[in-house]
């Protein structure tokens, strides 16, 4: 029988990180977007010429209710399941509502910190890949997970500058 995995570090992603990174003007965009589409496909005509289709208003009606709630209620739904890291010896995996992220070390490249008001912001740098962003709460100790980080053979690269943070904040 296989041993369980110990887990060296676990943490919820703080609210403030998990709102940092969310744009504003793209919900609305998705459901004009979604509606579109729809309203697109109940415009081509059916195959059937006695099948007569509901009419536009209503259609209308009901594409936009359910496009609205694609797009707004389903990620408030997963926002109310907290999202989880667990560090392991061999990997780390982030756990956002019902999707679970396996991260290797091997597949890291570096790290670094970006340290704001109430958390951290843990930014693994992978080959040619989008970095990982990973919020860290303020009760975690930086450096012993920055200690176990380097002792996997990850590269540590300096503090990233709060100003960074900050054109991150106000771009999201």
């Keep these: 029988m296989p041993m369980k995995a110990q887990k060296h570090f676990e943490w919820r992603e703080p609210k403030g990180f998990l709102k ?3 744009i504003w003007w793209y919900r609305p965009l998705l459901v004009i977007f979604a ?7 109940w415009l081509i005509p059916s195959p059937d010429p006695d099948k007569k289709s509901a009419p536009l208003l209503v259609t209308f009606s009901v594409v936009l209710a359910v496009c609205t709630f694609i797009v707004y209620g389903v990620p408030w739904i997963k926002s109310r399941f907290p999202s989880e890291i667990h560090i392991y010896a061999e990997h780390l995996v982030r756990i956002r509502g019902i999707t679970r992220r396996r991260i290797k070390y091997r597949d890291i490249v570096s790290f670094s910190w970006m340290v704001y008001g109430n958390f951290s912001t843990l930014i693994l740098t992978r080959d040619k890949r989008p970095e990982i962003l990973i919020g860290v709460p303020l009760d975690i100790p930086r450096v012993a997970v920055t200690q176990f980080l380097l002792d996997r053979g990850l590269r540590q690269l300096p503090e990233t500058p709060h ?3 900050e054109m991150l904040q106000q771009s999201g």
Aim: aromatic content about 0%.
């Design 20 to 22: 940092l990174h969310s």
């Design 35 to 41: 509606s579109s589409i729809m309203i697109v496909v």
């Design 163 to 165: 100003e960074r943070g």
